[in-house]
């Protein structure tokens, strides 16, 4: 073969590789995309989704533990452009200022610690949450304005964020699907 021959050649390959990588990826999103909104909580299902995260949370940290760490950064991770917890966090600081947009924290006895799978599950509901319903949810109360806003917000200044900081969602945010790769962030403890 002559040079001009290998060059088209070698040229057809790397269009075609291209190509396939390209519909891959599109296929995945499409996948991805799929499960999470088939697999999306409503919107009173997320608001105990989240409070479970919460309360885990919680208690994971006040007992030293690293689990809800691999949690929530797994959900920082896929949410922000920052990827570190805010410095002056403390375990005592989770559950201050609860909001009031999720179900209430029973003052008559001490809530049941959620298990490790329960809080694992709780960050992929809210994900899939997030997916679906990203911009706007379609049930959205004036009074209490977007979930999907109110949980970005709250997990943003709870976790990552200073107040005095702005929240910066990561640049390709909504682009890639929030669910893909997703796995469970604590196996292998």
């Not at 309360?55 to 920082?76: E, K, N, P, Q, V």
């Not at 109110?150 to 107040?163: G, H």
Request: no cysteine; proline share 6%.
């Amino acid at each position: 073969m002559d040079k001009p021959h290998i060059i088209f050649w070698l040229t057809m390959i790397v269009v075609g590789l291209a190509i396939y990588i390209w519909v891959s990826e599109v296929v995945e999103t499409f996948d991805s995309s799929m499960e999470a909104i088939d697999s999306s909580p409503s919107t009173s299902e997320v608001k105990g989704y989240y409070k479970t995260l919460l309360i885990f949370a919680h208690s994971d940290a006040a007992g030293s533990s690293i689990t809800s760490h691999r949690i929530l950064g797994d959900l920082r991770d896929r949410l922000f452009k920052k990827k570190t917890f805010r410095a002056s966090l403390t375990a005592s600081q989770i559950l201050e200022n609860y909001p009031k947009w999720l179900p209430p924290l029973d003052t008559t006895q001490k809530e049941p610690i959620p298990s490790v799978q329960d809080a694992v599950q709780a960050e992929l509901r809210i994900l899939s949450y997030i997916q679906k319903n990203f911009p706007q949810e379609p049930d959205v109360v004036p009074q209490t304005g977007s979930i999907v806003t109110n949980i970005i917000n709250d997990f943003a200044l709870r976790f990552v964020f200073e107040q005095n900081q702005g929240i910066e969602l990561k640049q390709d945010f909504m682009v890639v699907p929030l669910t893909r790769g997703w796995k469970n962030p604590t196996a292998g403890l």
